[in-house]
């Protein structure tokens, strides 16, 4: 079993700055990327941030400038620093990692998500 557990999510006003955080754990061999996506009420889920093994990373147009992703791989954890946040950035965020199981050849990377966690700034 793999599980992705989120933390960090919460009410903060407009301005504000949240950090959330999201630790994989069970069989793991191996983690290739990691991310965050984010889900609003009405609108599909979008990608807010990805970040490599290699730490090289990617970022939505909205966020950039005010979002930071890290990662600690001895930890299997992936951090998301949020600054200067918006109304519209209220949403669910999810984090994803995409992880081998196992050494095997026979095994693959696959996708996991966390069950996500709540940010919500208000005005």
């Known amino acids: 079993q793999v599980q992705l557990v989120e933390s960090g999510g919460g009410l903060v006003q407009a301005g504000g700055s949240l950090r959330l955080s999201c630790a994989a754990s069970g069989s793991i061999f191996s983690i290739n990327n990691m991310g965050w996506y984010r889900q609003a009420p009405g609108k599909q889920r979008e990608l807010v941030a990805t970040i490599a093994t290699g730490g090289s990373t990617n970022y939505a147009d909205s966020v950039k400038g005010r979002f930071s992703v890290s990662r600690d791989n001895a930890a299997n954890t992936v951090y998301l620093q949020m600054n200067s946040l918006k109304p519209e950035d209220t949403a669910v965020y999810y984090c994803?990692?995409?992880?081998?199981?196992?050494?095997?050849?026979?095994?693959?990377?696959?996708?996991?998500w966390g069950q996500g966690t709540q940010v919500t700034v208000s005005s």
């Open positions: 994803t990692a995409e992880i081998k199981r196992y050494r095997a050849s026979w095994d693959k990377l696959r996708d996991y």
